[in-house]
Structure formats: C-alpha cells, structure tokens
C-alpha cells in the first residue's frame, strides 16, 4: 500500500508505527540526512524500499509471513531505516536463485542479508557486509556418522541449501567421493527448515550450511540435534555475508554508512548479541570484503 502521508516527519510516524515487536528493545535511530540524501530520489518519495530475503534463515531471518521477519536482519533493517529516513518492507521468495533474479530484474531495491558475499556473485551487485561465518554441520544427537571435517561426507547422504555456496563446495566434495568409489548423494532445499527435517526424521545425515544459523536449530532441538565440524574451514576460506544493493550505487553507500553508524553507537552490537551472533561480528562493516 502506497503511503498517503508526505514529508519526512509522515515517513519517520510509519517507521515508529511499523517497527516490529522483535525490535522495540534497540534504540530508535535519529535521521541522519547526509546518509538520507544518498537514498535514489523515487525512495525518499515513496517512503519505503523493498528488501528481499529468501526465507528463514535463523537468527537473522524467522520468517513469519510473506512480508513479515523477525531476527537479527528484522532488528537491523528497522535500525537502518531509521537512519535513512524510509521504511524497509521485506518480501520472502523462495530460494536464493529466485531472490538474485528478482533483484537482477529489479522487483526489489535492496536485501539486509546476510547473503554470502563471492567474487564472482558481483557482476550487477555489491555486497554491504556486516557477518562473518562459518560453514558447519547439524547432524543427528551423538553424531552417529561421525562427521568431523568436510572430508567426512564420502558415502553419506548430506542436505544442502539449493543454489547457495555451500551446495557448490558440497558438489565439488562429492565429485571427489565419487571418483574415490564412495558417492555422496547431495540433497538441495529451498529452505532452511526442510533441510533440518530431513536430518531429524533421518532422511539426511548432515546438514551442511552456515554455523550461525546450525547453531540455531541445534538449540531449538535439544536432545535431537548436535553441532558438528564447528570453526573449521570446510572447503571455505574468510566468509563475509552482508546485504546486497545496485552495483557502485548511492544506496549501497547509504547501506554501509548507516551500519558504520550502528557499529559506531553500539547498536550493531547489541542486536547481534541480543541473538547469539557475537561470534559473527566484524569489526568494520564494508563493501565487497570477500577476497
């Protein structure tokens, strides 16, 4: 629904309105017009941008509707908003090809992330980032297919999120198993927790994606889930994830300089620690980190 109220001080009455609940502990951010006047003309007018996720992805993103999340990413788009004077309104697609080629034919303006920031991923987009992660395994209580490194998987059925880095290096391991005589039988979802099923319910006996997010499902599972392969390489090297917007734009700098406020005030902070991700700060948010 188009907003009917103009000028700022309507905008920043919708942000305190549809701030969500996830987010009333953090502080309210004051308007900051330098970083405002970096936001695209048809933005500022129609007060609010859409930013694209593509389904939960816990806790940075629990989704709760078709255009409602909570988490860390919820927490920090309100944060953000509030410093670029707009609201940020998030759409869920299915998948993180779906999300990339909706950016790419631009249905949405912007995506908070955490989206896994790679070279090759940046031919229409930069990656804002502000995550730094881990590739791990969520596996059955005891880890019974005893599970340690990536190099364990070789015979194993292994669940994976479809499109993503970790289903790349997860095929490329499997490749290897298979030359070796011992296949790998990779399993691709849309979603975080159809991955997580198929190992609760045995159908998957691993389930290889980022750490935070594992970490996640494993303490919602207590007794059924264990962590495995922690802090380890797993075929990675340094991973940023971040937020993506339009390639060498001006609302990726609003972006980046919104976040080096938040990290600057201790906001960026609070809300990382507030769900459990103080492993995953960086010290300085950036552009295109990923070497």
Known sequence: M???????SAVLAALLMTSSAQAQDIAVQTVNEDVRALV????RERGYMVAVNNGSYPPYDIVLGPNEIEGASADLAVAMGQIMGVEIRHQTVSGLAAMLSGFDAGRYDMS????????DRRTK???????Q??????VQQGNPRNIQ?????????IAVMAAGSAERVLKQKAEECEAAGKPTVVQSFQDQNGAILAVRSRRADGFFSGQAPLTYFVSQAPGVLDLAAANLPNGFGDIYQGGIAPKDSDLGKAMLKSLEILAANGTYEKIMTKWGLERNMIDKPGINLAK
């Open 40 to 43: 695209p003309e048809t933005i």
């Open 149 to 157: 490194t990536l190099d364990d998987v070789c015979g194993l059925n």
């Open 2 to 8: 188009t907003m009917k109220m103009t000028g700022l």
């Open 125 to 131: 987009i930069d990656f804002i980032d502000w995550v």
């Open 112 to 119: 908070v992330g955490p989206i896994g920031d790679f070279p």
């Open 133 to 138: 992660e881990y590739v791990a395994f969520a």
